[in-house]
């Protein structure tokens, strides 16, 4: 059974970085296969699409929003991604979450084609 499991979240001040992994497991393909993308979800607020990653190492995108702050990658070989995340504010606040579908083209940041996710990892941004 496919499975994502994020690590990683937790309490940093603001201007403070925090590196969250997603670690995939039970997958029928090789990762490889996978676009990746991280989203988060702040109290009250919807869903947002932080970045995404192309199958095959291909395309990664990030949100306006953490343009410059964030940057993700993804070891094939270990199955993990990572989300490091620096200069962090408190809009940063929110659970994390890590999804992954056969997307098919350049990936974009949205919920199109992520048939499995992660249960999320918390992060909270606070002096």
């Known amino acids: 059974q496919a499975q994502l499991v994020e690590s990683g979240g937790g309490l940093v001040q603001p201007g403070g970085s925090l590196r969250l992994s997603c670690v995939a497991s039970?997958?029928?393909?090789?990762?490889?296969?996978?676009?990746i993308n991280w989203f988060r979800q702040a109290p009250g607020k919807e869903r947002e699409a932080v970045s995404c990653?192309?199958?095959?190492?291909?395309?990664?995108n990030v949100a306006d929003s953490v343009k410059d702050r964030f940057t993700t990658s993804r070891d094939n070989a270990k199955n993990m991604m990572t989300l490091q995340m620096n200069s962090l504010k408190p809009d940063d606040t929110a659970v994390y979450y890590c999804?992954?579908?056969?997307?098919?083209?350049?990936?974009?940041?949205?919920?199109?084609?992520?048939?499995?996710w992660g249960k999320g990892t918390r992060v909270t941004v606070s002096s």
């Open positions: 999804a992954a579908g056969r997307f098919v083209g350049p990936c974009e940041l949205s919920t199109r084609g992520m048939d499995y």
């Open positions: 039970g997958f029928t393909l090789p990762l490889d296969y996978y676009t």
């Open positions: 990653t192309s199958a095959w190492g291909g395309r990664t």
